[in-house]
């Protein structure tokens, strides 16, 4: 415990299908920063907001720490689900006795979901060319 005291800033990465988020967690007044810009200016609809905050609720840290990531690749959907593995995995960093907590939700699980290819001769991943009989 002695060690991890002495650590101001928390580092983590989370991810999800093409986004990659990198989080940074220090003690602060609950302020979230993406992309060097605020979380309301980034991520415009209420519903994701509240994805990025769940960890933070779940655990009662959220006007405790400051988050600051940088988020890229994917959608902006998939950015804050990327966001939220991050921030679950960051204060897992700070207090390993949040996993029990974190873990039922299942925000420690990386969503490994990806898109399916495309395949030749079809139109799609799934979808085939219309076809007509006569």
Known sequence: MSASANISKYYATGKRKNAIARVWISPGDG??????????????????????????DLANLSGKYDVFASVSGGGISSQAAALKHGIAKGLLEIDPALRSVLKKKGLLTRDSREKERKKYGQKGARKKFQFSKR
């Open 31 to 56: 302020s979230i920063v993406v992309n060097e810009r605020k979380a309301e200016d980034y991520f415009l609809r209420l519903t994701l907001l509240n994805v990025i905050k769940q960890p933070l």
